[in-house]
């Protein structure tokens, strides 16, 4: 089996579009002066906007008025009725219900409903490809080995980060990844972006996630219990489960999905059906944009985020789910040549641990699966 050293090069500093938000902010500033003070200010917008390199993303705090002249007119017409397919009880999707229950959708004259989707990743990646669903909400790390199947799906943007979490048995003293060495991990499953995750973190910490340590799978909220009864020493899973048994005071977090050069990185990504980009691109700029609204409102108020998380059958209390939701990075979440950049770093890490396969070019990967719909 070949093995691949996974290094730092093909990480940077700082992202892209914080080093780049001073310069975008000057030419949405421009932009939104011009539409106001002329007739002309959409033209003006999109003209300025073409001129760019990667897209112009997202920045918290900036006037979805703004947004709207940069990327094109809302939508005109009656309400565009589409289907989302989500996991109503993962954390990471509350985006979405935030945006349903407070009107974000509506205001981008879209009508959406949800498909609770229990089933594979390959089968819900199949179900947007087909039309039976519009677009869906996961982990980009669940969903990179399953797309390249070749499914007709387009990843449009990030939504946050930090909802994956590595905790170890303080009965065991696990408080490091060095101290996994020879240990077994419990996970929910064999493909879970838990798995995958810390399998390219511990590989980049020296550790060989096959052969070093052991991988157990057990149903979901059972995880903790395996801990406890020391068949295995430490979890991996994502929130809010590993979040609300940190408060039990018997488990380490040893790490998240942001720690250190993973601070930027998103892990929920939007994807959309290929057809519909292709037929109805202001439909998928719609539905892109109420996402990123949401999840910034998900980040100004994780309270009324997890209040909202509640009442579609979340665990745990609303005060440590807004808690939670403060751990997150929800205010970080990149689209275009940022977003790009993100998957093809994801699929090179993934090639070294023997998920994605050998023969997969990482940037060809990336350009298929993405794509830039607010530009």
Same mark, same amino acid.
């Given at each position: 089996? =070949?093995?691949? =050293?996974?290094?730092?090069?093909?990480?940077?500093?700082?992202?892209?579009?914080?080093?780049?938000?001073?310069?975008?902010?000057?030419?949405?500033?421009?932009?939104? !002066?011009?539409?106001?003070?002329?007739?002309?200010?959409?033209?003006?917008?999109?003209?300025?906007?073409?001129?760019?390199?990667?897209?112009?993303?997202?920045?918290?705090? @900036?006037?979805?008025?703004?947004? +709207?002249?940069?990327?094109?007119? =809302?939508?005109?017409?009656?309400?565009?009725?589409?289907?989302?397919?989500?996991?109503?009880?993962?954390?990471?999707?509350?985006?979405?219900?935030?945006?349903?229950?407070?009107?974000?959708?509506?205001?981008? /004259?879209?009508?959406?409903?949800?498909?609770?989707?229990?089933?594979?990743?390959?089968?819900?990646? @199949?179900?947007?490809?087909?039309?039976? +669903?519009?677009?869906?909400?996961?982990?980009?790390?669940?969903?990179?080995?399953?797309?390249?199947?070749?499914?007709?799906?387009?990843?449009?943007?990030?939504?946050?980060?930090?909802?994956?979490?590595?905790?170890?048995?303080? +009965?065991?003293?696990?408080?490091?990844?060095?101290?996994?060495?020879?240990?077994?991990?419990?996970?929910?499953?064999?493909?879970?972006?838990?798995?995958?995750?810390?399998?390219?973190?511990?590989?980049?910490?020296?550790?060989?996630?096959?052969?070093?340590?052991?991988?157990?799978?057990?149903?979901?909220?059972?995880?903790?219990?395996?801990?406890?009864?020391?068949?295995?020493?430490?979890?991996?899973?994502?929130?809010?489960?590993?979040?609300?048994?940190?408060?039990?005071?018997?488990?380490?977090?040893?790490? !998240?999905?942001?720690?250190?050069?993973?601070?930027?990185?998103?892990?929920?990504?939007?994807?959309?059906?290929?057809?519909?980009?292709?037929?109805?691109?202001?439909? +998928?700029?719609?539905?892109?944009? $109420?996402?990123?609204?949401?999840?910034?409102?998900?980040?100004?108020?994780?309270?009324?985020?997890?209040?909202?998380?509640?009442?579609?059958?979340?665990?745990?209390?609303?005060?440590?789910?807004?808690?939670?939701?403060?751990?997150?990075?929800?205010? /970080?979440?990149?689209?275009?040549?940022?977003?790009?950049?993100?998957?093809?770093?994801?699929?090179? =890490?993934?090639?070294?641990?023997?998920?994605?396969?050998? $023969?997969?070019?990482?940037?060809?990967?990336?350009?298929?699966?993405?794509?830039?719909?607010?530009?």
């Amino acid at each position: 089996m =070949e093995k691949r =050293e996974i290094g730092n090069s093909l990480t940077k500093g700082p992202s892209e579009a914080k080093r780049g938000a001073f310069s975008r902010r000057s030419v949405l500033t421009l932009v939104c !002066t011009l539409g106001a003070a002329a007739p002309f200010g959409f033209g003006a917008a999109r003209a300025l906007t073409a001129s760019g390199t990667g897209s112009l993303s997202y920045i918290p705090g @900036e006037s979805y008025i703004c947004r +709207a002249a940069a990327n094109g007119e =809302e939508l005109q017409g009656p309400p565009r009725q589409l289907k989302i397919a989500w996991n109503a009880n993962a954390a990471c999707t509350v985006a979405a219900a935030v945006a349903k229950e407070r009107g974000i959708f509506a205001k981008h /004259n879209l009508d959406v409903d949800f498909v609770n989707f229990g089933g594979t990743t390959d089968q819900l990646l @199949e179900a947007i490809a087909t039309g039976k +669903a519009d677009a869906g909400l996961g982990l980009a790390l669940r969903w990179l080995k399953p797309l390249e199947q070749g499914f007709d799906v387009r990843i449009t943007a990030g939504v946050h980060g930090g909802c994956i979490r590595l905790l170890g048995s303080k +009965a065991a003293n696990i408080d490091s990844l060095e101290s996994l060495r020879g240990k077994a991990i419990a996970i929910s499953d064999q493909a879970s972006p838990a798995k995958n995750f810390f399998s390219i973190y511990l590989a980049k910490k020296g550790i060989d996630p096959a052969q070093e340590v052991e991988w157990r799978q057990y149903p979901a909220n059972l995880l903790a219990l395996a801990v406890d009864k020391g068949e295995v020493q430490a979890l991996a899973e994502i929130d809010p489960l590993p979040y609300l048994w940190l408060k039990d005071g018997k488990l380490n977090e040893i790490a !998240t999905n942001l720690t250190g050069e993973f601070a930027d990185r998103t892990c929920c990504v939007l994807a959309i059906r290929g057809s519909l980009t292709r037929s109805e691109m202001p439909v +998928a700029a719609a539905l892109t944009r $109420s996402i990123l609204e949401a999840a910034d409102r998900v980040a100004s108020d994780p309270a009324d985020a997890a209040a909202i998380y509640s009442g579609y059958g979340g665990r745990g209390s609303v005060e440590d789910l807004a808690t939670m939701y403060r751990s997150h990075t929800h205010y /970080n979440h990149p689209v275009g040549a940022t977003l790009k950049k993100q998957l093809l770093l994801y699929t090179d =890490e993934l090639k070294a641990v023997n998920v994605i396969k050998r $023969s997969t070019d990482p940037a060809k990967f990336a350009e298929r699966i993405y794509l830039d719909v607010l530009s």
